[in-house]
């Protein structure tokens, strides 16, 4: 569950969906694929060496866009860069979840497949990036969030859509999914009031080849990263809450 890229603040310029002017595809045979044509990527670390991440651009745009729900008492996943990055003098307590011992910034050890290891009713926000694909029962993942989550509190999820393998990850807890914008919304539905879901994805063809590259964000214009195709789906958004106690 590594945390992988970095924590500068990402810009909150509007996606746009409006399809680009049309340039004509390349006759076959014409393709120029320049510095692209290598059987090796250009960073194995998701571009991390050489900038932002690409997913990243689009995790803190989404966090960006909900500041107001990062307050209170709130739990993060492998450390709290984005807690206190986010949330600022709205956070009152922070907590840090990591599955084994050894990570100092840890206040959590704990399995999110095994409910009985939290308390229940106890966090007003979750942040849970790019994790629930390392997670091998990951519908016991999401009811252990609705479960520890506020009535009323808010988990704001990011999941993978298009990616290369996480080789840290695989080798120490596995990396098992990918998913798309209807399999987030079901996964979330059978923990979570369908009412209570907003799901988003990020991503066109020109932003997916450069992430699976290793090309940093900083290496494309913001057009080419704000434009959405919905059908390539690099990141998946997921703003999900908990039904308030009804009054009595």
């Not at 390349?26 to 690409?54: A, N």
């Not at 434009?227 to 009804?246: C, F, G, M, S």
Request: glycine content about 6%.
């Amino acid at each position: 569950m590594s945390t992988i890229g970095n924590s500068s603040p990402a810009k909150t310029a509007n996606t746009s969906t409006s399809p680009p002017a049309s340039i004509p595809p390349p006759s076959v045979g014409e393709v120029q694929f320049g510095t692209l044509r290598r059987l090796q990527p250009i960073s194995s670390v998701f571009g991390v060496d050489r900038g932002q991440c690409i997913d990243r651009y689009y995790i803190e745009r989404f966090l960006a866009n909900h500041t107001r729900d990062i307050r209170g008492r709130v739990l993060e996943i492998a450390d709290n860069n984005y807690t206190h990055h986010f949330g600022g003098d709205r956070v009152t307590h922070s907590d840090v979840l990591h599955l084994v011992e050894g990570n100092h910034k840890a206040t959590l050890i704990a399995d999110l497949t095994h409910s009985e290891q939290f308390p229940q009713d106890a966090f007003d926000c979750i942040i849970l990036t790019q994790t629930l694909q390392h997670i091998y029962d990951m519908r016991a993942a999401v009811r252990t969030l609705h479960r520890i989550l506020n009535p009323g509190a808010v988990v704001l999820a990011t999941l993978p859509g298009i990616s290369q393998i996480s080789r840290y990850d695989m080798d120490r807890w596995g990396d098992f999914w990918r998913f798309t914008t209807l399999s987030a919304r079901r996964l979330f539905a059978e923990a979570f009031p369908p009412q209570n879901i907003k799901i988003e994805a990020f991503g066109n063809v020109m932003a997916a080849a450069a992430f699976l590259y290793g090309v940093a964000a900083e290496e494309l214009r913001e057009e080419d990263l704000n434009y959405a195709d919905r059908d390539y789906e690099l990141v998946i958004t997921v703003r999900a809450w908990k039904q308030e106690a009804p009054l009595q």
